[in-house]
Structures are given as structure tokens and as C-alpha cells.
């Protein structure tokens, strides 16, 4: 069983800067594929970012140069930093674990762009 718990959503103005992170517990963090999804009213859940096991990453075309995914594996925790922060960025964010067939999600956390 893994438990993901996430932090650091909000409310902020465009153009303002926010970083998220997804502590794990309950697993061997290193071995996953970790990712970033996020779902807007009315919309399906849309991949972000995602860093492998390995620190390889990938960006949705949407967000890619604004947000940063990285991985600490020390603190067991997935952070998504983002910049230049849009009304569109406006969604639930969800951290997921992958490895295998094995897939967890967070909770999610509130991101609100409000001009």
C-alpha cells in the first residue's frame, strides 16, 4: 500500500509561481514512476509531467518551460514547480505512483489562477 499525500495548491494571480509536493509513505519510493494529472470542472484528468524511476521526465505541450517535475528520493517526495501560472493551469492536481500494474493516486490539491 502506498499513500500519497500532496500540498502546496492555491489561490494565485496569473503569472505567479506555485510549487507542489507529494510526500509518499508506505512504499519504496525509489522503484516508481511517479507523475503529476490534473482535472478541470467538465474536463478529463490530463497527464502534466512525469519523472521515472531514473529522473527521465516528460511534459504535457501545455505546460512544458513553465513547470518543473523533480523527485527527491531521500524525502520521498515528488515536487511540481510552477511558473507563469495561466487561468487555463486553473484544475484538482493529482500525484500518481506507477510501477508495474500498481497505480496510487493523491488526494489532490486545489490550483486556482484568479485574475
Known amino acids: 500500500q502506498v499513500q500519497l499525500v500532496e500540498s502546496g495548491g492555491g489561490l494565485v494571480q496569473p503569472g505567479e509561481s506555485l510549487r507542489l509536493s507529494c510526500a509518499a509513505s508506505g512504499s519504496i519510493f525509489s522503484i516508481y514512476d511517479m507523475g503529476w494529472y490534473r482535472q478541470a470542472p467538465g474536463k478529463q484528468r490530463e497527464l502534466v509531467a512525469t519523472i521515472t524511476s531514473g529522473g527521465n521526465t516528460n511534459y504535457a505541450d501545455s505546460v512544458k518551460g513553465r513547470f518543473t517535475i523533480s523527485r527527491d528520493n531521500a524525502k520521498n517526495t515528488v515536487y511540481l514547480q510552477m511558473n507563469s501560472l495561466k487561468p487555463e493551469d486553473t484544475a484538482v492536481y493529482y500525484c500518481?505512483?506507477?510501477?508495474?500494474?500498481?497505480?496510487?493516486w493523491g488526494q489532490g490539491t486545489q490550483v486556482t489562477v484568479s485574475s
Open positions: 500518481n505512483a506507477m510501477f508495474v500494474d500498481y497505480e496510487y
